[in-house]
Antibody, heavy 115, light 108 residues
């Protein structure tokens, strides 16, 4: 399973680091994605990273502001978010699988960007 | 970027009937299409991948078809627990992976 944490309320321009803890599978064998969902933008894939951290991609909407990383020894995935904007307000999910379908999802963590 | 368009936005179906959901891609995605089910307050759950292969544990009443740009998710013998929003997602041309806007299935 996957369990996200680290969400909260942050002011515009601020930073936040999300975490995703994995269990029940060999974490290092899988690409993992971050996907977010907001009422206005639906489901939006924002980033993924390969098992060995050698490959990663970002959506244009977050490129240059968000950084994905992982620690396979800790079975953990991270998303460092900076220069946050109101439109980054969403539920953030980590999900196993990319660049294909995602077969295991966490329950999500909520990020609210507001002054 | 491939744009995924789902229709209808909302579908109201009686228990025991079938529901047919459509997903259209702005360009061919081959068979690289997945369907997800999302209930309120829950994460999406993978139903179908490869356009027609059911994910582990998914009941046989869920079936997917199509290729190229036109895809269909059929839910036969609809049950009350099938009330949810259904999303399609392409993984043929990436990045980015893209999702449709969803179809809400309501049970009459």
């Amino acid at each position: 399973q996957l369990v996200e944490s680290g969400g909260g309320l942050v002011k515009p321009g601020g930073s936040l680091r999300l975490s995703c803890a994995a269990s029940g599978f060999t974490f290092s064998d899988y690409y993992i994605s971050w996907i977010r969902q907001s009422p206005g933008r639906g489901l939006e894939w924002i980033s993924y990273i390969s098992g060995a951290s050698t490959t990663y991609f970002y959506a244009d909407s977050v490129k240059g502001r968000f950084t994905i990383s992982r620690d396979n020894a800790e079975n953990s995935l991270y998303l460092q978010m900076s220069s946050l904007r109101a439109e980054d307000t969403a539920v953030y999910y980590c999900a196993r699988g990319a660049p294909r379908y995602m077969d295991v999802w966490g329950r999500g963590t909520t990020v609210t960007v507001s002054s | 970027e491939i744009v995924m368009t789902q229709s209808p936005a909302t579908l109201s179906v009686s228990p025991g009937e079938s529901a047919t959901l459509s997903c259209r891609a702005s360009q061919s995605v081959g068979s690289n299409l997945a369907w997800y089910q999302q209930k309120p307050g829950q994460a999406p759950r993978l139903l179908i991948y490869g356009a027609s292969t059911r994910a582990t544990g998914i009941p046989a009443r869920f079936s997917g078809s199509g290729s190229g740009t036109e895809f269909t998710l059929t839910i036969s013998t609809l049950q009350s627990e099938d009330s949810a929003v259904y999303y399609c997602q392409q993984y043929n041309n990436w990045p980015p992976l893209t999702f449709g806007g969803g179809t809400k299935v309501e049970i009459k």
